[in-house]
């Protein structure tokens, strides 16, 4: 699915999902399966995520709250803030750069926490997690 100049919303729908826009927004709501995403010129809201993700904008803002992280998760900011929610109980293997990170990483983090890097394993690792900003990347766990 793609529009060369509008926003896109996917709501409930599993599988393997391929969404484009040149120039809108991209919104999604409950997905489960694999999701490939991305826009050069609008923000990208996602939520209640349940799957793998390759999402990309270059031109705004990103939000991603998960309730299980799939497969793998990819992600390419190149202007704007990154906001992401993920499962404090799952096993993930944390690659983070941007510009500043701001995180509450507790005791189930090993590896190393800097101003413009996380990398290292949350609860033993397992899943990749690597994200990629030239912004400020805020980590909730939920």
């Known amino acids: 699915m793609g529009t060369s100049g509008g926003s896109l919303r996917l709501d409930a729908l599993k599988g393997t999902i391929n969404a484009n826009t040149s120039g809108g927004s991209i919104n999604a709501n409950n997905i489960s399966g694999e999701l490939v995403t991305g826009t050069s010129g609008g923000s990208i809201n996602l939520s209640q995520l349940a799957c793998a993700l390759d999402a990309s904008t270059s031109g705004g803002s990103f939000h991603a709250q998960f309730t299980n992280v799939g497969k793998y998760v990819k ?17 993930l293997d944390l ?18 926490k800097e101003k413009e890097k996380i990398q290292g394993k949350l609860n033993g690792g397992g899943t990749p997690f690597e994200v990629r900003g030239n912004g ?5 766990l939920n």
């Open 95 to 112: 690659d983070l750069r941007g510009q500043k990170i701001e995180s509450a990483l507790l005791g189930n983090f090993n590896g190393v």
């Open 136 to 140: 400020r990347i805020t980590l909730n």
């Open 75 to 91: 992600i390419d900011v190149s202007s704007g803030h990154i906001d992401l929610d993920i499962p404090s109980k799952q096993g």
